[in-house]
């Protein structure tokens, strides 16, 4: 193998997912995280309020109520230990409506009484499961709140017994030991497998093949999304199993729980090789991509996504959405998509870019390159930063003939323009992908009568080599190695203002 040959192995292995995890996508961590942030905190705002149990005292406390309420805690929290099973109950559920409360609920106010063991005790009382229920409902939002109160809901000893009531027969004490469930695993990856520890996942895939009644199901689906949420992935003991019951539930007419086993199937599939060809030979992305024409944003977001997902693969994976026809999609979704599915479009062109010529060629004949190169030039930095990594793939994996198309469409101005973003590895990237013109300009330069290198020139016409000169200077040695190999090889003539007297 030459030693261009290993270089574009290398390259390809920073954008492909050809082995390992730590081989994948370069944005897909920090943005993942970022977005599942941003929807834990939508998720979290409808766990402390749930639908299922609605109440009306709640709406009709007002602000000097609930003064007078949080007033009264220690009262509450007095015949809860001390009182009978009726002024339990009474309590319990003032408590309970309390934490109830959508905007900053006084959950601190009643932590400080040390009320969660005898919250614990009463999640135990199947005897009693009108106090039972109330205690279930009380933990539940309180580890809806800060992480610190989540850990103290696990630190009392509340998982095994909800584990235990995610079974039970009485619907409402069930559907409300699956949403604290959901409320601990999704909060962080150690609390996460703390839920997997008390082997509640293969409960909750029975209790999806029981047929449930629609709340209980899509609480369970929410519940298990959660699960499969955080980073690092979840150790299961069938992934495959688990993998199976969202795909069953793809079919399904409620849009929620689509939404959750879509979403829960692209965080299952990020970044895990085995699991992109498992879930690749289930024939489920041609139902993907007809997923991105529908018009519910909780629908087509997770199915770009996971579409997204597979192209990280390998270049035969990558084929298998191809060949469901997703391109002329993605180009109507960078046209008309809100900007979070422009960028989602980028980044899975990117992907699709870093495949073999014939999967570059297929982007190229779709009539992408215009118009990622009008995106580079006025969209927002977000999606703009995934359009040129788009453009520098494109280059960089692309042949002569790709890569002549690209320079004629503006690839050298874009690249060039691109020099003055304040990204290490988008300079990288461009850097690497001016290298790659001016050697293919060099090359026909040698052929040409006045073995003029064309390229060189235009990178001189449109400002370039000024900024090439600016990161010879940059704190990132790569940078400012491959800014001079270019000033040096290329332009030996320039006469750059950033050389050290030591190195003249």
């Known amino acids: 193998m030459s030693r261009f040959e290993k270089k574009l192995k290398k390259r390809k292995q920073k954008f492909k997912n050809t082995t390992t995890r730590?081989?994948?996508?370069?944005?897909?961590?920090?943005?993942?995280?970022?977005?599942?942030?941003?929807?834990?905190?939508?998720?979290?705002?409808?766990?402390?309020?749930?639908?299922?149990?609605?109440?009306?005292?709640?709406?009709?406390?007002?602000?000097?109520?609930?003064?007078?309420?949080?007033?009264?805690?220690?009262?509450?929290?007095?015949?809860?230990?001390?009182?009978?099973?009726?002024?339990?109950?009474?309590?319990?559920?003032?408590?309970?409506?309390?934490?109830?409360?959508?905007?900053?609920?006084?959950?601190?106010?009643?932590?400080?009484y040390d009320i969660l063991p005898t919250l614990v005790e009463f999640l135990d009382y199947d005897k009693h499961q009108h106090l039972q229920f109330e205690a279930a409902w009380s933990l539940t939002n309180i580890a809806a709140g800060l992480t610190e109160h989540t850990e103290m809901v696990i630190q009392a000893g509340s998982l095994p017994i909800f584990s235990r009531l995610i079974s039970s027969k009485n619907e409402s004490i069930q559907e409300q030991s699956i949403w604290a469930?959901?409320?601990?695993?999704?909060?962080?990856?150690?609390?996460?497998?703390?839920?997997?520890?008390?082997?509640?996942?293969?409960?909750?895939?029975?209790?999806?093949?029981?047929?449930?009644?629609?709340?209980?199901?899509?609480?369970?689906?929410?519940?298990?999304c959660n699960i499969c949420r955080a980073k690092p992935h979840p150790e299961l003991k069938d992934t495959n199993a688990l993998i199976s019951v969202f795909i069953g539930l793809l079919d399904y007419q409620d849009i929620?729980?689509?939404?959750?086993?879509?979403?829960?199937?692209?965080?299952?599939?990020?970044?895990e090789p085995d699991i992109i060809e498992y879930v690749v030979k289930q024939d489920i992305c041609p139902k993907m991509v007809k997923f991105l024409k529908n018009p519910s944003p909780i629908i087509n977001t997770p199915a770009l996504r996971?579409?997204?997902?597979?192209?990280?693969?390998?270049?035969?994976?990558?084929?298998?959405?191809?060949?469901?026809?997703?391109?002329?999609?993605?180009?109507?979704?960078?046209?008309?998509?809100n900007p979070l599915n422009r960028k989602e479009v980028c980044w899975t062109l990117s992907n699709?870019?870093?495949?073999?010529?014939?999967?570059?060629?297929?982007?190229?004949?779709?009539?992408?390159?215009?118009?990622?190169?009008?995106?580079?030039?006025?969209?927002?930095?977000?999606?703009?930063?995934?359009?040129?990594?788009?453009?520098?793939?494109?280059?960089?994996?692309?042949?002569?003939?790709q890569m002549i198309?690209?320079?004629?469409?503006?690839?050298?101005?874009?690249?060039?323009?691109?020099?003055?973003?304040?990204?290490?590895?988008?300079?990288n990237s461009c850097l690497e992908s001016l290298t790659k013109i001016l050697k293919l300009g060099d090359f026909f330069a040698k052929m040409s009568d006045n073995q003029v290198n064309r390229c060189a020139q235009k990178i001189d016409e449109v400002g370039g080599i000024e900024?090439?000169?600016l990161l010879y200077k940059h704190k990132n040695k790569l940078l400012s190695k491959t800014s001079k190999y270019i000033l040096d090889k290329y332009f030996p003539n320039y006469v750059t203002e950033n050389y050290s007297e030591e190195e003249d």
């Open 22 to 112: 730590e081989d994948r996508h370069r944005t897909r961590v920090n943005y993942t995280i970022n977005l599942s942030k941003k929807r834990r905190e939508e998720v979290l705002k409808k766990k402390r309020n749930l639908n299922s149990f609605s109440d009306q005292t709640i709406l009709e406390l007002t602000d000097e109520q609930i003064q007078e309420e949080i007033e009264n805690i220690p009262n509450y929290i007095n015949q809860m230990i001390n009182g009978n099973i009726d002024e339990q109950y009474a309590s319990t559920q003032k408590i309970r409506v309390l934490l109830s409360i959508e905007k900053d609920p006084p959950i601190n106010d009643i932590l400080r």
């Open 181 to 224: 469930i959901g409320n601990i695993a999704g909060d962080c990856a150690e609390f996460r497998d703390k839920v997997i520890e008390n082997d509640v996942v293969p409960k909750f895939i029975d209790i999806i093949k029981s047929n449930p009644r629609i709340e209980i199901l899509k609480s369970t689906t929410w519940a298990l």
């Open 256 to 271: 929620k729980v689509v939404s959750d086993s879509c979403w829960s199937l692209c965080y299952l599939a990020d970044g």
């Open 306 to 337: 996971f579409l997204g997902n597979i192209v990280t693969g390998t270049d035969e994976q990558t084929q298998e959405v191809l060949n469901c026809g997703v391109l002329p999609i993605l180009f109507e979704l960078l046209i008309e998509g």
């Open 352 to 401: 699709i870019c870093a495949g073999s010529p014939e999967q570059i060629q297929a982007v190229i004949d779709q009539k992408f390159v215009p118009l990622v190169i009008e995106i580079l030039k006025k969209d927002t930095y977000a999606v703009r930063k995934e359009a040129a990594w788009t453009i520098s793939n494109l280059v960089y994996m692309g042949n002569v003939k």
């Open 405 to 427: 198309y690209l320079i004629n469409n503006g690839a050298i101005d874009i690249f060039c323009d691109l020099l003055t973003l304040n990204d290490v590895r988008i300079l």
């Open 467 to 469: 900024k090439i000169d």
